[in-house]
């Protein structure tokens, strides 16, 4: 606790980034146990199907939000006093935002679904009430952490995945094998998550109320979502274009190998993830520029003293880990599994400086190092699907990973004059800063 005190200047700023990474390890050991589990009951086809079908929410909640969510966490840190009135604004821009993608949603499923089997259309329709469960969710926890409320902010964003690893746990016993029962579990685990962290927001809400002219114009806010939203929500790391590329050209089967592949990187990401959400609030609250960037350096160096050593082990013992945890009918997941780690280190580290960067009130920089691995990505992925090879790739994901990071680095450590991004105009900082 001492030397993470002495790394990142506080004793607060430590217990936040212990509990945060905890609360991420929980959540990657849920998600280890339940897709095991998932893995061997419903076999490599409909952990594919499943898979799908739970990707297409999640590109739509967060496609939805533009961003917004982001813009919430960022001024809540700036300035507590505007989160009550500025709750009220984004519930009606939430309730207009879901009525839309529920329509959207809806037409998806019917052209992804319409030829399919019973069970695979009955699973797409309950996952209809998955897009406003996880919108709702995303704002409620923005609140929070911009708040820095990261004990109901850490247990919310674990808790869908904990419930639906308790069901799924449940299905082992009972022996339930079915699709349906597994796309109603992760549903219902969203929607009570949901629920339950919109009531957290409502009992942790200041009582302070910022006076009607110092709160954030919804405009400046959407813009700032906006230009750092790429850069929070990678296509391949939120949206999973890898995972939609391979379900939509190649076999079911080849996503089965593929998603048994990626979930050894999940823990390096959940860690810098973690880290990330405790920096990027803490960079925002810092009480001058300067050390504000001087801490979002030291999160970074922690995410690599972090990661680092989880990957190398992980690199170390996939050969024999992932057929034991998955059953050796997975066992053609191993060469795609070796390449995504490397991957993982360079997405970790990057998504660690998009959040600090973000929190200096500079959201486009994270956007322009995700828009730079499209460059690398968008060809490569799109002639590994007409190959066929789920392993080709794999190695598209990590070389524009590996862009993305050397862009940003690169970025953040040029001197030049920029203009501040976003809500930070409103916020009162000058037009222009010398940036390190």
Request: aromatic content about 8%.
């Amino acid at each position: 606790m001492r030397r993470l005190g002495r790394l990142l200047g506080s004793r607060k700023d430590s217990r936040d980034t212990l509990g945060s990474l905890a609360a991420g390890m929980g959540g990657q050991l849920a998600i280890v146990v339940s897709g095991i589990v998932a893995a061997r009951l419903l076999g490599p086809a409909d952990r594919g199907y499943l898979a799908l079908l739970v990707l297409v929410p999640v590109i739509l909640a967060k496609l939805g939000g533009l961003g917004l969510p982001l813009a919430v966490a960022y001024e809540c840190a700036r300035s507590p006093a505007v989160a009550r009135p500025l709750s009220g604004r984004i519930a009606r821009r939430f309730a207009l935002q879901a009525a839309v993608l529920l329509v959207i949603h809806g037409l998806l499923l019917w052209a992804l679904l319409h030829d399919e089997d019973r069970e695979v259309v009955v699973s797409g329709i309950v996952t209809l009430a998955l897009v406003p469960a996880s919108l709702a969710h995303e704002y409620a926890i923005a609140f929070l952490q911009g708040l820095r409320r990261f004990g109901p902010f850490n247990v919310l964003r674990m808790l869908p995945v904990v419930l639906y690893t308790a069901a799924v746990l449940a299905f082992l016993v009972s022996g339930a094998s079915d699709l349906v029962a597994f796309v109603v579990a992760w549903t219902a685990a969203w929607c009570a998550a949901a629920a339950l962290a919109v009531r957290a927001v409502g009992t942790t809400l200041p009582r302070e109320i910022a006076p009607p002219g110092e709160m954030p114009p919804m405009a400046a806010m959407t813009r700032f979502g906006a230009k750092g939203f790429l850069g929070s929500a990678s296509p391949v790391e939120t949206f999973r274009l890898d995972q939609a590329l391979i379900g939509l050209f190649l076999p079911p089967v080849a996503l089965g190998y593929y998603v048994a592949a990626i979930a050894f990187t999940n823990l390096p990401r959940f860690l810098a993830q973690s880290i990330g959400l405790v920096a990027s609030p803490g960079v925002a609250a810092a009480p001058n520029r300067r050390e504000g960037r001087h801490m979002m350096w030291r999160y970074l160096w922690l995410a690599v003293l972090v990661c680092t050593p989880v990957i190398v082990v992980l690199e170390a013992t996939v050969g024999w880990l992932l057929p034991f945890l998955f059953g050796s009918a997975f066992e053609d997941a191993i060469p795609m599994a070796r390449i995504l780690l490397l991957g993982a280190l360079f997405l970790s580290l990057r998504r660690v400086l998009t959040d600090g960067a973000r929190g200096l009130g500079r959201p486009t920089i994270g956007t322009i190092a995700e828009v730079a691995s499209w460059v690398v990505l968008l060809p490569a992925v799109t002639v590994a699907a007409a190959a066929g090879d789920a392993t080709d790739m794999a190695m598209a994901v990590t070389a524009a990973a590996f862009v993305s990071l050397v862009v940003i680095v690169v970025g953040l450590t040029t001197r030049r004059s920029v203009a501040e991004d976003g809500a930070s105009h409103w916020l009162g900082a000058g037009p222009t800063e010398r940036v390190v």
